[in-house]
C-alpha cells in the first residue's frame, strides 16, 4: 500500500496570507488528523476527519479549518497567517476506529515570513 | 479528556547503556498505548504499542510495560545504538476518542 502524502512539502508565506495544506491518507483509511510541530511543544492536535465530517477538534483558532473529500483526500487552511504558525504540520490516517495506529505522512514544513 | 505527561523531556546516554521514557496518563479507561519514534526530518513511525490486557510487550532490544494501576507506562530501550536517537512519543487512546493524546517527546540522544 502507498503511504500516506502530503503536499507541498515546503511552503513560504508572509504574515497575512491564506495556506491550503493537502493530505492524502492510507488507501481504505477514512480518519484523517492533522497536527502542528514546533520544536519544545511535541504533536499539538488540530482536527480529525471521518467520511467528510470533522469528528474531533483541538484548541486552535478558527484560522485554522478543514475539510475531507468523499476519497478520503484532506485539506487544511490556514488564514490571515501569523509568525507562530511556522511549524512542521503533519497528518496522519487510520481505519477511523479507537485504538489503532495512526500513521504519518511526511509533513509540510510552512514558513511564515 | 486524557491528559499525558512524558518524562525525561531529554535522555542522553551512551552507546551500549540502556534508556528508560516514562509516560502517565490520566484516564483509567485508555486502554491502547502506542510508542511513536521521529527520527530527525523524518516523519513519526509507530515502534511498538501494548493494550491494556497485556503487562509487557516486547521487540528485539525494545520493550514496554504497562501498569494500569498506577496508570503508567514506560518504553525500554537496551543495548543503545547512535541510530536509536530520535524523538520518541508515547500516546494513550480512550475507547470512542477515535485519536490518541500524546505525550510531549522525549530527545534521546546516544553517543558513541
Known amino acids: 500500500k502507498a503511504g500516506v502524502t502530503q503536499t507541498p512539502r515546503y511552503l513560504i508565506k508572509t504574515r497575512g496570507q491564506q495556506v491550503t495544506l493537502s493530505c492524502s491518507p492510507i488507501?481504505?483509511?477514512?480518519?484523517v488528523s492533522w497536527y502542528q510541530q514546533t520544536p519544545g511543544q511535541g504533536l499539538q492536535f488540530l482536527f480529525e476527519?471521518?467520511?467528510?465530517?470533522?469528528?474531533n477538534k483541538g484548541n486552535f483558532p478558527g484560522r485554522f479549518s478543514g475539510r475531507q473529500f468523499s476519497n478520503s483526500r484532506s485539506e487544511m487552511n490556514v488564514s490571515t497567517l501569523e509568525l507562530g504558525d511556522s511549524a512542521l504540520y503533519l497528518c496522519?490516517?487510520?481505519?477511523?476506529?479507537?485504538?489503532?495506529?495512526?500513521?504519518f505522512g511526511p509533513g509540510t514544513r510552512l514558513t511564515v515570513t | 479528556g486524557e491528559n499525558v505527561e512524558q518524562h525525561p523531556s531529554t535522555l542522553s546516554v551512551q552507546e551500549g547503556d540502556s534508556a528508560v521514557i516514562k509516560c502517565t496518563y490520566s484516564?483509567?479507561?485508555?486502554?491502547?498505548f502506542p510508542w511513536y519514534k521521529q527520527e530527525l526530518g523524518k516523519r513519526p513511525q509507530l515502534i511498538i504499542d501494548?493494550?491494556?490486557?497485556?503487562g509487557e510487550k516486547k521487540d528485539q532490544r525494545i520493550a514496554v510495560t504497562l501498569n494500569k494501576t498506577a496508570k503508567h507506562f514506560s518504553l525500554h530501550i537496551t543495548e543503545t545504538q547512535p541510530e536509536d536517537s530520535a524523538v520518541y512519543f508515547c500516546?494513550?487512546?480512550?475507547?470512542?476518542?477515535?485519536?490518541?493524546?500524546f505525550g510531549r517527546g522525549t530527545s534521546l540522544i546516544v553517543h558513541p
Open positions: 484516564d483509567s479507561a485508555s486502554n491502547y
Open positions: 488507501s481504505g483509511h477514512r480518519s
Open positions: 500516546a494513550a487512546s480512550i475507547p470512542g476518542s477515535y485519536i490518541p493524546t
Open positions: 496522519a490516517s487510520s481505519n477511523g476506529q479507537g485504538g489503532y495506529e495512526q500513521y
Open positions: 501494548i493494550r491494556s490486557n497485556v
Open positions: 476527519y471521518f467520511s467528510e465530517t470533522q469528528r
